[in-house]
Nanobody, 115 residues
Framework: QVQLVESGGGLVQPGGSLRLSCAAS????????MSWYRQAPGKERELVAA???????NYAASVRGRFTISRDNAKNTVYLQMNSLKPEDMGVYLC?????????WGQGTLVTVAS
């Protein structure tokens, strides 16, 4: 059974940091491209950061330099380190795993940035 379980969300003040985790099971993690998306109220779901199976990474322009995606294939986990958080970073952060036609999503973890 495929599972993607996100954790690490919460309430943080502007300028603060959070580290999100996505624990995967039920598939060959190392073969999949992993990514983090963000869903803010009233907005389209957007790609925040991605880490391919080959180890390359890319980021949305709005988070480049503040967020870092990493993956630990031994632990079947992908992380998102978020620094210098802004109110516009608020939303539900979802983990996605893709390989060819296989496409899995987690349920998400809520990030709230407020003072």
């Amino acid at each position: 059974q495929v599972q993607l379980v996100e954790s690490g969300g919460g309430l943080v003040q502007p300028g603060g940091s959070l580290r999100l985790s996505c624990a995967a099971s039920g598939f060959t993690f190392s073969a999949f491209d992993m990514s983090w998306y963000r869903q803010a109220p009233g907005k389209e779901r957007e790609l925040v950061a991605a880490a391919t199976s080959a180890g390359t990474t890319n980021y949305a322009a709005s988070v480049r330099g503040r967020f870092t995606i990493s993956r630990d294939n031994a632990k079947n986990t992908v992380y998102l380190q978020m620094n210098s958080l802004k109110p516009e970073d608020m939303g539900v952060y979802l983990c996605r795993a893709r390989y060819l036609s296989r496409d899995y999503w987690g349920q998400g973890t809520l990030v709230t940035v407020a003072s």
